[in-house]
């Protein structure tokens, strides 16, 4: 079975540079590629680390891939969570659409590296980290359910906002890799929305007094190191 574990984790400033840079290094190169490209003399290169320093931390292409994607997932569910601890004030369909929009958003913004994460290596959907980062989803579904808990028709709770969950966690990443452009993008989430609160309380959310677009979730990111070049 192939080794998934870094050989050390980084304790100096310096080290921690140095394997943030391998990590970028392999973001760069999944954005840019595929997985079946990706070689360990490859990211070496690309971070401007010598091979040997690479092999100090890391034994093989899987263990950098997991980190990467330990990375990429925890902090997808750390700004998840903190989209719902930021939700109290908004009506039931914006705070829908606020959640949903939060995890596209950071989907969307490393859209190839989280494409390549999750299709083109075989490991990473089992890893804690990518699971824990599907259940800030249950956190979605709960807190919709909550806020709408005189109209909810979830009639086995926990059930069914797993179920919803589970539909709703592919749906966001077909919307978060749809090539449409930000616009269609936007136009999807919507639309997700009002069929995730559909979903939750058993009718449509009441029409908009006011139809004008909320201002799109920020994930507080720099995504610079993983942008596909043209």
């Not at 394997?19 to 490209?37: F, G, P």
């Not at 005189?150 to 539909?167: A, F, N």
Request: glycine share 4%; net charge neutral.
């Amino acid at each position: 079975m192939t080794d998934l574990a870094p050989r050390k984790l980084p304790r100096q400033r310096r080290a921690r540079a140095t394997v943030e840079a391998i990590l970028d290094a392999c973001a760069q190169i999944l954005a840019n590629s595929s997985y079946e490209a990706l070689t360990t003399n490859h990211v070496s290169e690309r971070a401007g680390v010598s091979i040997g320093t690479l092999y100090e931390y890391f034994p093989n292409r899987e263990s950098i891939v997991a980190a990467l994607a330990v990375r990429s997932f925890g902090q997808m569910a750390a700004e998840m969570n903190a989209a719902v601890v930021h939700s109290e004030g908004l009506s039931d369909l914006d705070v829908a659409e606020h959640l949903i929009e939060t995890g596209v958003s950071i989907l969307a913004s490393e859209k190839y590296v989280f494409k390549a994460l999750l299709r083109e290596a075989p490991f990473v959907p089992q890893l804690a980290e990518v699971r824990e980062a599907r259940k800030a989803l249950d956190n979605v579904i709960r807190t919709i359910a909550m806020l709408a808990s005189d109209r909810v028709r979830l009639p086995e709770l926990e059930t069914d906002i797993w179920l919803i969950s589970q539909m709703l966690y592919p749906t966001m990443l077909e919307v978060a890799f749809h090539d449409g452009g930000a616009h269609e993008r936007r136009k999807l989430v919507q639309e997700l929305a009002r069929l995730t609160y559909r979903m939750a309380t058993g009718h449509d959310p009441s029409p908009r007094r006011d139809a004008a677009p909320r201002i799109p979730a920020e994930t507080g990111r720099d995504f610079r190191a993983v942008s596909p070049q043209a």
